[in-house]
């Protein structure tokens, strides 16, 4: 078959892409187009998006969604303040600090007097929340490579008290663990010491078969948080201090903040029941605050900073300057997706992975990071070598002001958007980074053909499964039918499809079709997103179109030949 030959050429011409051999000789910083492989021993510094290559413009843009976010609209902001911190290549490219970290004297919304603001700063103290999680996780992985602990191992084993043999350390780690998700009734209720409340935590029953169902839960990290202190012999606060923060010089990060740092903290919730008040310096999580302050699944209080140095240790492989917190061979095995009976719950040791809803387009199956219910997140991106930080004190004063994915979204969004997609093929490169719930269409004019027309063209495709880049054909410019294609890459799917989509590969395929015609044909490409999510969006290059050795259209030589709507030519 004439396709035959076309795809022969098409892989041919690939051989022109550099190689594995050349792209590892090749300095790729700045690019999302060339996904880096193994870890770096970097040391952070700042600088300037221009340092890295990066484009500025994405990154402001988040800036000023971050500065929206903080205004009411309509009746209440969506968050009193925000730090955002964005880092590629070893480079602190964006410190933004914008609204309050305190601003509310009550539940009810009701604002203090302005001279009682108290402005976020780039080194405001926030409550890490669940990103507590990632710390214990990190000790249970020490602990492991000192051969203390066995991921196989039944928990029961170094925590006699916790029962339930058939439940696996990696089992809590990755939320399979068969526990529910939060002691019941909350700890703060009906038990009246922590010694009871930790015996409560340990005999919560199973919901389901370990093993089988993900589910994810508190108390997996709470017992896990027991466990340390167990093969320890020390209190949890203590090990994450002397092992982790400690070794890796992030000073204001740690369990129970000092009192003479209070004014760098953002408050969080007005609490009512438990009736606490405004909640500012000690733990916003209840079960937490009723066990001390100090558990494996909430506790920790960070700075944006701090939390890009801890990043960077997982992008180094375990270490940061002169200290190492874990081996490389670990780090691999924390990054890697232990979940994969579960879709969409992609889980390494401690880490979530691939989860666009706060990775935004930095998402990939090798993106880690976690988030937490106070509003903030982290999301580390080995591909890119890239962090993004985002803290809010979004409960504050209730949590019942809505969600701040979007703005973790947006943020993490912000940094891929930044990095550049080079053409394939000259100087530029039709290019669509439309919204949710969006069309772009690349049309071509009517082409006059009797007999099969072959259709090549090089695809760079990063969008959320909802989305889809298609080529139709049609007659009359009004009916359209999706053509067949082949896709030719990394990550490309295998056969004949007829749409293109997926987040992760960062790689431009080659891809071919050919259509029967008879009398007039036309062309275009389709880009439709739904109505949640995107990733950095979609790249057409080297459109060719043919019909035996007569050429119907090289859109490189020109792409006028094309009626675009939503579509730009760029050259990143």
């Known amino acids: 078959m004439r396709i035959g030959k076309l795809l022969i050429a098409l892989v041919l011409t690939a051989a022109i892409v550099p190689g594995a051999s050349a792209i590892a000789e090749q300095d790729w910083t700045g690019r999302f187009d060339r996904p880096q492989q193994g870890f770096t021993s970097a040391v952070l510094r700042e600088g300037t998006p221009a340092d890295v290559r990066l484009d500025a413009v994405p990154i402001r843009s988040a800036e000023r969604f971050l500065d929206d976010w903080t205004r009411n609209s309509p009746d209440h902001p969506r968050f009193s303040g925000a730090v955002g911190l964005l880092a590629h290549d070893g480079v602190i490219v964006d410190q933004y600090a914008t609204g309050q970290a305190l601003r509310y004297a009550d539940g009810a919304g009701t604002e203090l007097p302005a001279e009682q603001h108290v402005p976020m700063r780039l080194d405001t103290i926030f409550d890490m929340a669940s990103v507590t999680k990632l710390f214990t996780s990190i000790a249970v992985l020490q602990l492991v490579e000192r051969g203390q602990i066995g991921l196989d191992e039944p928990v029961a084993k170094y925590l006699p008290e916790f029962g339930k043999p058939a439940v696996t350390v990696e089992q809590l780690l990755t939320h399979t663990s068969g526990l529910p998700a939060d002691p019941s009734p909350p700890l703060w209720r009906g038990y009246p010491d922590i010694a009871s409340r930790r015996k409560a935590v340990l005999a919560s029953p199973l919901v389901n078969q370990p093993g ?11 017992t896990l948080g027991f466990l340390v202190e167990q093969v320890t012999g020390e209190p949890l606060d203590v090990v994450v201090r002397d092992r982790i923060t400690g070794p890796l010089g992030m000073a204001d990060t740690g369990y129970h903040p000092p009192p003479e740092k209070l004014d760098r903290i953002a408050a969080t919730e007005y609490e009512a029941d438990p009736p606490r008040g405004l909640v500012r310096g000690q733990v916003h999580d209840e079960n937490a605050w009723a066990l001390g302050g100090v558990s494996g699944h909430a506790g920790i209080f960070s700075t944006a900073h701090d939390m890009a140095v801890l990043g960077q240790t997982i992008l180094n492989g375990g270490s940061y300057r002169d200290a190492r917190i874990l081996r490389p061979d670990t780090v691999r095995q ?10 969409g719950h992609e889980h390494g040791l401690g880490f979530e992975l691939n989860q666009i809803f706060y990775m935004g387009a930095l998402s990939s199956p090798a993106t880690a990071g976690h988030t937490g219910f106070t509003g903030t997140s982290l999301v580390i991106d080995p591909q890119s070598r890239s962090l993004a930080i985002l803290l809010t004190n979004r409960v504050h004063p209730t949590r ?7 703005a973790r979204e947006t943020w993490a969004s912000s940094l891929a958007r930044a990095m550049a997609v080079r053409p394939l093929r000259g100087p530029d490169a039709w290019f669509s980074d439309i919204g949710n719930a969006s069309t772009a269409t690349l049309t071509t004019g009517p082409l006059r053909a009797d007999g099969p027309v072959d259709v090549g063209f090089a695809a ?37 499809i007829t749409h293109m989509g997926g987040l992760g590969h960062r790689a431009w395929w080659r891809v071919a079709a050919q259509v029967p015609a008879a009398g007039q044909v036309i062309f275009r490409w389709k880009y439709a997103t739904d109505a949640s999510y995107s990733g950095r969006g979609v790249a057409v290059d080297g459109i060719r179109i043919t019909r035996g050795n007569d050429v119907l259209i090289d859109a490189e030589q020109n792409p006028r030949l094309l009626t675009a709507t939503n579509w730009a030519l760029k050259a990143r």
Request: charged letters at 10%; zero cysteines.
């Open 400 to 406: 019942n002001w809505g969600s701040v994915n979007l």
């Open 334 to 343: 924390m990054l890697t997706n232990h979940n994969q009976a579960f879709p």
């Open 460 to 496: 760079f495709v990063d969008t959320d499964a909802g989305d889809s880049l298609v080529v139709e054909s049609s007659t009359d410019g009004v009916d359209w039918r999706p053509v067949p294609l082949q896709a030719f890459g990394p990550g490309a799917p295998t056969g004949f």
């Open 212 to 222: 089988t169902t993900y589910l994810y839960s508190d108390i997996n990290l709470m």
